[in-house]
Nanobody, 127 residues
Framework: QVQLVESGGGLVQAGGSLSVSCAASGRALSINVMGWFRRAPGTEREFVAAMRWSGYSTYYGDSMKGRFIISKDNAKNTVYLTMNSLKPEDTAVYYC????????????????????WGQGTQVTVSS
């Protein structure tokens, strides 16, 4: 089993920046992809970003490209999401996810590809 714990959410003004992090524990060595998703009220969960755990390949959701950065610290089993130029429409609960045994491919934008999920952290962007 793998446990994921997010932290770092909060309230930020539009145009500002915020970082969230996700620490993995348990059988973290079995992870080969880490991702971030988000869910705004009344919407489905949306892909944000993913990163290959052994390497630096990344995928981003279309509305996040150029504004969000996913990064990692393998020694700490932690993945980060740095969000810049935030907009009110970025307001959502942000979830960390981990996948085991997945090949690096565009399907990693789907939540069904992930095996473990964190509890989520709220990010609110005020206008």
């Amino acid at each position: 089993q793998v446990q994921l714990v997010e932290s770092g959410g909060g309230l930020v003004q539009a145009g500002g920046s915020l970082s969230v992090s996700c620490a993995a524990s348990g059988r973290a060595l079995s992870i080969n992809v880490m991702g971030w998703f988000r869910r705004a009220p009344g919407t489905e969960r949306e892909f944000v970003a993913a990163m290959r755990w052994s390497g630096y390949s990344t995928y981003y959701g279309d509305s996040m490209k150029g504004r969000f950065i996913i990064s990692k610290d393998n020694a700490k089993n932690t993945v980060y999401l740095t969000m810049n130029s935030l907009k009110p429409e970025d307001t959502a609960v942000y979830y960390c996810a981990a996948a085991q045994g997945r090949l690096w491919n565009p399907n990693l934008r789907r939540e069904s590809e992930y095996d473990y999920w964190g509890q989520g952290t709220q990010v609110t962007v005020s206008s």
